[in-house]
């Protein structure tokens, strides 16, 4: 079924619940049913935005264009090995509700990235990732339809060219496919990754580690350390964490000997954006609606009533403190759809 809106709220698609409307809604159960959307827009030269659960969007405006909301629901096996088995789930499906039933089959690979807001069809673009574990471990096959022409095609996984909370999807292909299925390779004989401090100290809770307490352990951990966005409006981390040059490492090193940071390379190293935003006085701070979570600085949060732009702007200064304190520029890892 194809329903078409116009000036549709979208306060209840965002996870900041902003007011924002969108100039045409379009939402479609079928893949047919998108590519036939996909015929009626291609020609209007208005931008076009696909909108999963909005967990990863800040809208500072309304958006003066074509919502697409593909609503395709189902998964379904595509093929079986000894080892493995091949699951293709539609863009539509609730993320957890995927990983809930992955795991409660005893397929292993996805249980690590319990709790993820969102839905299928967005964990390839940014390449997903917690505790560990990205997206991109277990994707097989992406299926997508071009917005240009309503051809449909398939990326394997090398296509998709994955990286940190990247793809193909936010760099050369931005804004040019619909996903309508993602395909994952889950084991049969899963192996737990619990590399984690804190997973292993929550698991000591379980009196066995398997697919089922992983998850459940790390549900407990995020629901202790995030804000639910039910609660307060927020998009999860809203910048990624930066890797940077040996030289402007030590560089920090040199004044704070105790900077956190994961190595990447031999001439590459990751701070975490959280201990840079703490660093810089940023923890728990708060301007009028907008503020950051007290325990997770990483986490910029809507209190209520916030505009799309006041969060922006509360973003950008949070960015100018830290590269000028610090001499690192932050990305936004959450879309600024303006
Ligand atoms: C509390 C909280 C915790 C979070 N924790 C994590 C985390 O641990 N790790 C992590 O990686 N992310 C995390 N996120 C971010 C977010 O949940 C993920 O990025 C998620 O994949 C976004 O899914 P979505 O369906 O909400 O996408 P949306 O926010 O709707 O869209 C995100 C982007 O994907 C595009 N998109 C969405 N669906 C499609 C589609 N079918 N086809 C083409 N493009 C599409 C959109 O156009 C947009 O560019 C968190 C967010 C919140 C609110």
Not at 49 to 56: A, E
Not at 298 to 327: D, H, P, R
């Amino acid at each position: 079924m194809i329903i078409i809106e116009e000036c549709y709220s979208l306060k209840s698609y965002n996870t900041f619940g902003l007011p924002a409307r969108a100039r045409f809604f379009a939402e479609a159960g079928t893949v047919e049913d998108l590519r036939t959307i996909v015929n009626v827009f291609c020609n209007d030269p208005k931008p076009k935005l696909i909108l999963g659960g909005g967990s990863n969007l800040l809208f500072t405006d309304d958006f003066d264009g074509v919502v697409i909301f593909p609503d395709l629901k189902g998964n379904e096996i595509i093929s079986q090995t000894p080892d493995d088995v091949y699951v293709k789930a539609y863009a539509g499906e609730n993320w957890d509700n995927f990983v809930a039933y992955c795991v409660s089959q005893n397929w292993g690979g996805l249980e690590n990235l319990s709790l993820i807001p969102g839905n299928v069809g967005a964990c390839p673009i940014q390449n997903i990732g917690a505790y560990g574990v990205e997206a991109k471990d277990c994707i097989d096959k992406v299926d997508v339809i071009n917005l240009k022409n309503g051809e449909i095609r398939q990326f394997t996984n090398a296509e998709c060219k994955f990286g940190y909370r990247d793809s193909i999807f936010k760099r050369e292909a931005k804004d040019q496919y619909i996903v309508t299925a993602v395909t994952f390779k889950l084991s049969k004989h899963p192996v737990c990754q619990t590399k984690y401090a804190d997973v292993n100290e929550e698991l000591k809770k379980f009196p066995e580690v398997n697919l089922a307490s992983i998850r459940q352990a790390i549900i407990n951990i995020r629901e202790r350390k995030l804000p639910a966005p039910e609660k307060f409006g927020n998009a999860g981390s809203f910048f990624k964490n930066p890797v940077v040059s040996m030289n402007i490492f030590n560089n920090i090193k040199a004044e704070y000997p105790n900077v956190p940071s994961y190595p990447v390379n031999e001439h590459n190293i990751k701070i975490p954006a959280a201990w840079l935003i703490q660093t810089c006085g940023w923890k728990g701070k708060r301007e009028g609606n907008v503020g950051t979570h007290e325990t997770q600085p990483l986490v910029i949060i809507n209190y209520g009533g916030a505009t799309g732009s006041e969060i922006f702007g509360f973003a950008q200064k949070i960015q100018q403190s830290v590269l000028s304190q610090m001499g690192i520029e932050l990305e936004m890892e959450v879309n600024i759809i303006s």
